[in-house]
């Protein structure tokens, strides 16, 4: 039987660059040091809208307004029956100091030993195709849309 796990993700432009989680002392990922979009998984009875803003107050301490879906994405992992929806929504910056999320992430929980170490960045608008940013094809499309002003 297939599981479908849900998660949700902000693109959230701030100070002439966008908000990212840059993970570093990753053990057991095949491309080390990494960003990703700031989210995570959907809680039960949370819409996706929802979802967005605690993962960004748990992972970056500031609230935040959901403007619009920009991309959705699925795949799945057959050795583990899992199949993974996610949502990319463009939010605006509302409001708290950026960098004090008090997520699980943050808590010391041995559950999260083996990820790394999880640092909020701010990433100039020039840099971005610099860093290495997952997942790769919801970079290229970011990316691309941020070259033509859309983001």
Avoid: W
């Amino acid at each position: 039987m297939i599981k479908k796990r849900i998660r949700v993700a902000a693109i959230l432009p701030m100070n002439d660059g966008l908000a990212f989680m840059h993970r570093t002392e990753v053990k057991n990922h095949p491309i080390g040091d990494y960003y990703t979009f700031p989210g995570g998984g959907l809680e039960e009875n949370e819409t996706l809208e929802e979802g967005v803003k605690r993962e960004i107050q748990e992972e970056f301490g500031i609230e935040v307004e959901v403007q619009e879906l920009l991309y959705q994405t699925s795949n799945s992992n057959n050795s583990r029956n899992i199949l993974t929806e996610e949502y990319f929504f463009l939010c605006k910056y509302i409001s708290g100091e950026f960098g004090t999320g008090d997520g699980p992430e943050f808590s010391n929980n041995p559950k999260y030993a083996d990820r790394g170490k999880y640092i909020p960045e701010i990433v100039a608008k020039e840099d971005i195709d610099k860093i290495k940013l997952l997942p790769d094809d919801v970079r290229e499309l970011f990316i691309n849309d941020l070259k033509i002003g859309k983001i």
